[in-house]
């Protein structure tokens, strides 16, 4: 109850914080290509032309300056797209992070889209909703996988409140933020997802994030088969291309990383930015690269307008701007760029067939938002998130069915071409590794029968350890021992029997009863390996003596024991039934 109240508060908090990040994004972007101070911006509209001309071209490189100083002076873990950090946390820092973050990304990210930088406001909003929900659970005292239930509750309410996708929210945090799903975990983040998507939805209105018009359902004749073909093709050019996005990302960070100045790097990177966007601006009449991107989308799912190989050359320019941002040092998420370069792919090809001739006219929205979702869903390994994403941003259930088709594909062909996405990929680079894959721990609902060692000894207290060793038929082996006094379990050992031979000749004097360890617990035969391992871990025990009876176990009722070694097996043995 505690935690549903706490996910209850975060997820309004968040929302509102998602309000206040998006207007200050309004703010710092009309001041920069507007220079006049107000809040409102439709960021899908394109950019007006700015009235400073080709000086327009500084407006990154100042707000890099910002950005650096920010990043730099108060919270380091605010450089880059954020969700690598998030993830980060919850695996190795028990969900711990600091609260400054959400300030300090709040303001460097917000700076870093309002002057132009080529990256999208998803990743901000996931850490800086993680970050609070981190800060509650460390004032509330809560157990870690608690907090780390708040932590990934607060990047899925960031998710919704931000494009309006409640069940995308949900299952962003499923996919790539819960390191274990159950009714404890799923309920909070549900909660907290449900309560942020209203308060986005009193801020900034019920409307999808981008107006497409209706689309055509694929048919069941058999010319469906050729177009559900194509989009195959398209989600396997988008595995391409996102594979590519997540190499040429790091290739750029690693040759920025090769200027010591932080902020030469990252000035650097925006000039290079600033002069793509204005050669943009003078060849095409838009600046298209600029901050998240929105514009060129909504114009590409309004209809057709763009030549085939203006949309090529636009993927390729998003994917060229972002990595120039990010690489050298932005603060912005890779989710809107990914958006924008999946739909003038999908676009793209759309085009390049009807103009060959293909003999029947291909819909380029339908394929900018199938594109969208390959894009997503390759680039991130997030593919159910990919599909419920794009389906509640365009609502338009026509395009689901060839979506996920395309979808598949692409993180089929990315995963050849790159093992890791571009979230885990910075983690892997800096030794840090993450699942890619959650599997149901089924070892732990097996009973104490299955996963118990039956080869056990069952001795008195009194009898010689030296006598015991000597004993022929141990065969040098690790054995197991319960030991007795009056028929009542006193104590465990674990001995290796080898130690006979170095032993032959001497003699200790020691019972069993004066070698035997009392940390161990006492089990039934039904108990689950669950409550086994968490009884285990509270005593601190070296092993579980497992009994057959239900009343004071004695002697004659021991059936067998569990060590670490048993559970570690029993884990072996659950996870070699998933392919690798």
């Known amino acids: ?130 970050a609070l929900g981190s800060t509650l659970g460390q004032w509330v005292r809560m157990p870690p996988g608690q907090r780390i239930a708040l932590v990934a509750a607060g990047a899925g309410a960031g998710i919704a409140a931000t494009f309006n996708t409640p069940i995308g929210g949900v299952m962003f945090a499923i996919e790539l933020m819960l390191p274990e799903v159950s009714v404890e975990t799923f309920l909070p983040v549900a909660i ?28 069941s004749d058999p010319q469906a088969i050729v177009q559900l073909l194509l989009f195959a093709i398209l989600g396997a050019l988008a595995g391409v291309a996102a594979a590519g996005f997540i190499r040429g990302l790091h290739v750029a960070e690693d040759l920025f990383d090769r200027i010591p100045s932080r902020y030469g790097r990252h000035i650097l990177g925006m000039l290079l930015l600033g002069m793509l966007m204005y050669g943009l601006y003078r060849g095409f009449g838009q600046y298209f690269v600029d901050g998240v991107g929105y514009g060129t989308i909504q114009a590409i799912l309004s209809g057709p307008g763009m ?105 089929g062909v990315r995963r050849v071409l790159s093992h890791e996405n571009i979230y885990t990929l910075k983690l892997v680079r800096r030794g840090r590794a993450i699942p890619k894959a959650r599997h149901a721990n089924m070892f732990l609902v097996l009973s104490a029968r299955a996963v118990m060692d039956t080869d056990v000894q069952i001795l008195p207290a009194d009898m010689s350890f030296d006598a015991y060793l000597r004993e022929p038929d141990h065969c040098g082996r690790l054995r197991h021992v319960v030991v007795t006094r009056k028929d009542r379990i006193v104590g465990v050992i674990r001995v290796n029997t080898g130690l006979r031979r170095g032993l032959e000749a001497t003699a200790t004097g020691v019972t069993l009863g004066d070698v035997v360890s009392r940390n161990f617990v006492v089990v039934r035969e039904g108990d689950v390996a669950f409550d086994i391992i968490r009884r285990m871990w509270r005593r ?41």
């Open 307 to 411: 030549a085939f190989w203006l949309l090529g050359l636009l993927c390729v320019c998003k994917a060229f701007a972002t990595s120039l941002s990010l690489g050298s040092g932005s603060s912005g998420g890779i989710f809107s760029p990914s958006l924008f370069m999946g739909a003038t792919l999908g676009a793209g090809f759309a085009g390049l067939l009807n103009a060959v001739g293909f003999p029947e006219t291909l819909s380029a929205p339908a394929f900018a938002m199938v594109g969208m979702g390959a894009m997503v869903g390759g680039g991130t390994g997030a593919v159910m998130t990919a599909v419920t994403m794009i389906f509640e941003m365009t609502l338009d259930y026509n395009i689901v069915m060839p979506m996920i088709l395309a979808v598949a594909t692409s993180i």
């Open 192 to 219: 907290a997802t449900g309560a942020a998507t209203f308060v986005g939805r009193w801020m900034f209105g019920d409307m999808p994030a981008f107006q497409v018009p209706p689309l055509q359902a694929v048919s």
């Open 1 to 130: 109850m505690r935690l549903s109240l706490l996910a209850l508060a975060l997820g309004i908090v968040t929302g509102v914080g998602a309000w206040m990040f998006r207007d200050l994004i309004g703010l710092l972007h009309n001041l920069f290509f507007a220079g006049r101070w107000a809040i409102r911006y439709d960021s899908n509209q394109f950019t007006a032309p700015a009235p400073w001309g080709a000086w327009v071209i500084l407006a990154p490189v100042i707000g890099a300056v910002g950005v650096t100083f920010l990043v730099s002076t108060f919270a380091p873990e605010a450089k880059g797209h954020g969700v690598p950090e998030v993830m980060d946390a919850i695996y190795y820092k028990s969900g711990v992070i600091r609260p400054v973050v959400a300030l300090v990304k709040s303001l460097a990210s917000a700076l870093a889209i309002g002057s132009g930088a080529s990256v999208g406001r998803e990743g901000p909003i996931i850490q800086i909703g993680s």
């Open 540 to 580: 601190n025990a070296i092993m579980a003596v497992v009994v057959r009876c239900r009343g004071i176990p004695g002697a004659a009722d021991v059936a067998g024991v569990i060590t670490k070694e048993h559970v570690a097996d029993s884990v072996a043995d659950s996870v070699k039934i998933y392919p690798r």
